[in-house]
Nanobody, 123 residues
Framework: QLQLIESGGGLVQAGGSLRLSCVASGSRFSSYTMGWFRQAPGKQREFVAGISWADSKTYYSNSVKGRFTISRDNAKSTVYLQLNSLKPEDTAEYYC????????????????WGQGTQVTVSS
């Protein structure tokens, strides 16, 4: 399993941007499917983006498609989530997660999780 540490969260006005980073420690990062989830208070955790291990194919939930971009740099063992055109409803704790192989467009099977980074969008 990987150990994951997120950073980049903060307070931003609606319409603004943030870039979240998730650095992984452990071996064979390039063999892991990576994902970003978020959870707002009182709401279920949502799978917002995934990126495949093999060819960096990407998945986005309908709620973020066209605004968020997931990417990875295997040389740096890092996955990113670029958040653009932020809305107050994007306010949540954002978590990075990893699973060995697996489907990049499915929320199941993620075994390694980061501690989360808070994103707050003011109106």
């Amino acid at each position: 399993q990987l150990q994951l540490i997120e950073s980049g969260g903060g307070l931003v006005q609606a319409g603004g941007s943030l870039r979240l980073s998730c650095v992984a420690s452990g071996s064979r990062f390039s063999s892991y499917t990576m994902g970003w989830f978020r959870q707002a208070p009182g709401k279920q955790r949502e799978f917002v983006a995934g990126i495949s291990w093999a060819d960096s194919k990407t998945y986005y939930s309908n709620s973020v498609k066209g605004r968020f971009t997931i990417s990875r740099d295997n040389a740096k063992s890092t996955v990113y989530l670029q958040l653009n055109s932020l809305k107050p409803e994007d306010t949540a704790e954002y978590y990075c997660a990893a699973k060995y192989g697996g489907d990049y467009d499915k929320s199941i099977g993620f075994a390694s999780w980061g501690q989360g980074t808070q994103v707050t969008v003011s109106s």
